[in-house]
């Protein structure tokens, strides 16, 4: 019997060391873009906006190129489409164009990933109308892994393979739960800036009028 083949590969390395490197970039920029006295949760949002507004352009960018004008990533050459190829083998619907995917991808790359960069530039302005669209971005990443994810719940999880380690806890889970736990902080830590805001002004304005 031929032996199975390996599980973490060439390609499974630098994938996930360009993720690391997308991880670098964001921290460097922080440290440069926002003020020493900036708070963890303002420096944190800076660093998670910057990796996700990357990696929606380049990782899924690179996802709609080969997947458009009758293109599919599992005849795509290229490093970014062996990345894809890798992911595929977690998540079949990757290698193929499927038209749900690509539709959401449409929506997260153009949308999701311009108002990460615009809420950055919020952030470093120091403009505290960030937290609006901190919540409608964090909204949209959340629905996005939820028709993602849950038409393949719905059927049986068809082109999911979690026969292995990597496929269900590195691709599957942790590079999907991130996009779902840090917009429901991000989302509770803008609300709760928005309501004492509004609650300070409605204080303000009711003891002006007595």
Not at 83 to 89: F, G, N, P, S, V
Not at 129 to 151: D, K, N, Q
Request: charged share 10%; hydrophobic share 50%.
């Amino acid at each position: 019997m031929s032996p199975s083949p390996p599980i973490f590969t060439a390609t499974s390395a630098y994938s996930l060391a360009f993720v690391a490197g997308v991880g670098a970039v964001a921290y460097i920029a922080s440290k440069a873009l926002l003020p020493k006295n900036a708070s963890w949760q303002d420096r944190f949002t800076f660093i998670w906006l910057a990796f996700d507004g990357i990696i929606h352009y380049t990782l899924e960018g690179s996802f709609l190129y080969y997947s458009l004008f009758g293109r599919q990533v599992a005849t795509s050459p290229g490093p970014m489409a062996q990345m894809w190829k890798e992911y595929a083998l977690a998540d079949f619907r990757w290698a193929v164009s499927d038209p749900t995917v690509v539709s959401l991808e449409l929506l997260t790359v153009f949308g999701v990933g311009t108002m990460c960069f615009y809420v950055i530039k919020q952030l470093v302005q120091d403009d505290p109308a960030r937290h609006y669209w901190i919540i409608v971005l964090s909204t949209s990443e959340i629905y996005g892994g939820w028709m993602t994810f849950c038409p393949e719940w719905l059927t049986g999880s068809p082109n999911l393979d979690t026969s292995n380690f990597l496929f269900l806890w590195v691709y599957l889970v942790f590079m999907n739960v991130i996009w779902v736990f840090i917009p429901l902080w991000l989302m509770y830590d803008s609300y709760g800036r928005i309501a004492t805001s509004l609650r300070v002004a409605q204080a303000s304005s009711k003891a002006k009028k007595n």
